[in-house]
């Protein structure tokens, strides 16, 4: 609460520009394998994918900081959605960490066997 507007600010940029820089390369990986004349449908279905995931993504974090916020009330008292909140960003960091080894790992294999 007492993080100044403006590091929010510049840190949601970041956080958009990031996406936003994602999003082209994660569309053409997903779409290179996939026949010339079914690009479109393939492009289709994952911003339909993205759009399903983002959904439930949205109510599983809105959960976790619900049950958080509502088992630590005791303890914390007003700032218990505060900790929820914290709890939530924190399984979403960890996510998204989990995430990042999968790429690197993940794409290392690939292009190694594309080598061969």
Not at 94 to 106: R, T, V
Request: charged share 10%; aromatic share 6%.
């Amino acid at each position: 609460m007492n993080t100044p507007l403006w590091v929010a600010a510049v840190l949601n940029v970041v956080r958009n520009i990031s996406i936003g820089s994602l999003m082209m390369p994660l569309l053409t990986w997903g779409t290179s394998n996939v026949n010339p004349q079914k690009v479109a449908d393939a492009s289709s279905l994952l911003t339909s994918f993205r759009t399903i995931a983002g959904s439930i993504g949205s109510a599983v974090f809105v959960g976790i900081m619900t049950a958080v916020s509502a088992g630590s009330a005791a303890a914390y008292g007003d700032n218990a959605l505060m900790h929820g909140m914290n709890i939530s960003f924190l399984c979403m960091a960890a996510g998204s960490f989990l995430l990042l080894l999968i790429s690197i790992l993940g794409t290392r294999d690939s292009a190694a066997n594309r080598e061969k």
